[in-house]
């Protein structure tokens, strides 16, 4: 139904994605793929002028019945914090790890790129963006720091680095069209895209880095700005800083036990590297590897299908894929118009390798089902409760997007998935393990506190990046190479973007313990998972509070 909110809604995010087409196209906006996001400094002034001017229309706008209440309070939010971040210039600098333009750019490309399906007329035209978006970027650069206001060395030398692996990516891209007609004017796109992403870098690492400062922490205000943010609530910090510790520690115990059924007496670190040398654990290929992964995420979605959940048709395949990448596996959710499906990307530096296995079902169900592909996918569908804004935003609620991942991960437990101990012990160690180390160090690097007495660790120091490293060597040594320094610099990089996945899996674990005294015998888990999904995204604030009503 159209009602003066909706067509609001409508507006702002067309609005939107015409402002801002590389985060168009990751939330699946139809209708700008030939172009890139100018990242200059008139183009962003633009974009929060419209998130002010939004904001003020929405406290204008009438609203009827809880549906409308509930849409009202999410856009509002998000509005706001979006008005904050800009009045406080928290992105004038633009650099970050994961989000930031260059990755943006990197993605939009990519997400055209469907081999022989590929749209090459767009591709050609995204392509051909690159140079002016890089110039964008740098003159916005240039317009920070001559205010004295430069990213942080660490995201520069990063940045750069990310631009030097584009270009082998991009050059590569003409090779899918075959011998086709545009093949000729697709290597001169690409030629001239990586030529001048070889003169961005180029800035990157000898101009702007001259100015980049060495201290990393963003101290309190900028933190708590970044909670506001990734999570959509406020945060006592020092409580926070404590309960990751504390949630660390029980982890840890639970992987100590699960490490005892795998082979008892051995240390825990030993048991982790058996398992990634071992051959009932490791597939040999890409390809073989992807088809492991499509069977997966198939045999997780018949499983869960009218059990514990109602799957939508549409939703009841996902298009698993691997990446040469060293980042971590994603979810892309369905375009709005469903012409593109939901996909997992899974990074493989090295694809020819035996390939561990152990540690990738729980990263499949957090992915997957019951995790974001489930989440983002029944929302980019709820066309009858949710309006526009509402079904497109999964992006821009990390706290209750990765906390739902994580949640999954946690009920998948519950229910029994993790009966070989060493899919659990991946589970521990690969997916809970992290996160509650990354609540430690997100909020100890930026804040620079002191490691408490008690933990065995370097007790009473301030954080810095070098501790970081060995504490997460120490604690957390999984992954491909690179992947520590890959944390590190990603924490340092977006300030309150770790805590999304604990801190929200504890926010759906609260909800669900309310819901689950305050009705009794009659709860029903499948029902609060439908009205959970149902709500759409939002803020963990909103999120509390709608699930405990």
Known sequence: MTTALNALADRYMDEMAALDPCLAAVMGIAGQEERLTDFGPRAARARAELARRTLRAVDGT??????????????????????????ADAYGTL????????????????????GGDTAWETLLARLR?????????????????????????????????????MRSYLAGLPAGHGDGGLRGALEEAAAAANEALTAFAAYLSRQLAADAPRLDAVGED?????????????????????????????????????????????????????LDSDPRYQVTGAAAFRDWLQELADGAIADLDGTHFAIPEPLLRIDCRVAPSDGPAFYLAPSEDLSRPGAVWWPLTDRDTPIPTWTVPSTMFHEGVPGHHLQLGVTTLNT??????????????????????????????????????AHRLGMLAGGQQLRAARVVLDIGLHLRLRIPAGTGFHEGERWTPRLGREFLAEYCGLGPPGFVDFEIDRYLGRPGQALAYKLGEK????????????????????????????????????????LTR
């Open 222 to 274: 900028r933190y708590r700005l970044g909670v506001r943010e990734f999570l959509g609530t406020r945060l006592d910090l020092a409580d926070t800083y404590a309960w990751g510790w504390d949630e660390l520690a029980r982890v840890r115990r639970d992987m100590t036990s699960a490490a005892e059924q795998l082979a008892p007496g051995e240390p825990v670190p030993a048991v982790l590297a058996a």
């Open 507 to 546: 926010v759906w674990l609260q909800a669900r313990d309310a819901a689950r005294r305050r009705d009794g015998p009659a709860f029903d888990l499948k029902r609060f998972h439908q009205h959970a999904l149902d709500l759409g995204p939002m803020g963990l604030d909103l999120l509390r509070a709608e």
């Open 384 to 421: 009858g409760t949710l309006n526009r804004f509402q079904r497109l935003s999964c992006e821009l609620h990390p706290g209750h997007c990765e906390g739902w991942g994580l949640y999954a991960e946690r009920l998948m437990d519950e229910l029994g998935y993790f009966a070989d101990p």
């Open 95 to 114: 650099l970050d790890t994961i989000d930031g333009p260059v990755q943006r750019v990197r993605q939009a490309v990519a997400l055209l790129d469907q």
């Open 62 to 87: 009438p609203v009827a019945g809880e549906t409308e209440r509930v849409a009202a309070a999410v856009l509002r939010e998000r509005l706001a914090t979006e008005v904050a971040l800009a009045d």
């Open 129 to 165: 963006a690159v140079p002016a978006t890089l110039a964008g970027l740098r003159e916005s650069l240039e317009e920070a720091r001559r205010g004295g206001r430069v990213a942080p060395y660490r995201q520069v030398v990063r940045n750069a680095r990310d631009c030097r692996d």
